[in-house]
């Protein structure tokens, strides 16, 4: 069982970074794909990038490639995603998810899922 908690979510200007966490229970972390989604009101859960259990492999999707970047420290049992270059069509609320078998985009492959942290990027 892993539980997981995300927070840095927030309000910021069009252009702005954030950082969102998400810090996961349990000893087994590192043995878990990690990945992050996100929703905005009226849509569908969308992908948004995924990071093998070792770190070495990344995946984003085409909406964020460039602009933000996941990462985890396996001994903190964190899963991070660096935001940068934020843009009103960001807004949506962000999701951590750990999945037992191998790190990929869809959402029904994933295990555990946190309560989501808001992001608003205003214009």
């Known amino acids: 069982q892993v539980q997981l908690v995300e927070s840095g979510g927030g309000l910021v200007q069009a252009g702005g970074s954030l950082r969102l966490s998400c810090a996961a229970s349990?000893?087994?972390?590192?043995?878990?794909?990690m990945g992050w989604f996100r929703q905005a009101p009226g849509k569908e859960r969308e992908f948004a990038a995924a990071?093998?259990?070792?770190?070495?492999?990344?995946y984003y999707a085409d909406s964020v490639k460039g602009r933000f970047t996941i990462s985890r420290d396996n001994a903190k049992n964190t899963v991070y995603l660096q935001m940068n270059s934020l843009k009103p069509e960001d807004t949506a609320v962000y999701y951590c998810?750990?999945?037992?078998?191998?790190?990929?985009?869809?959402?029904?492959?994933?295990?555990?899922w946190g309560q989501g942290t808001q992001v608003t990027v205003s214009s």
């Open positions: 990071i093998s259990w070792g770190g070495g492999n990344r």
């Open positions: 998810a750990a999945d037992r078998r191998a790190m990929n985009s869809d959402p029904l492959e994933y295990d555990y």
């Open positions: 349990g000893r087994t972390f590192s043995t878990y794909a």
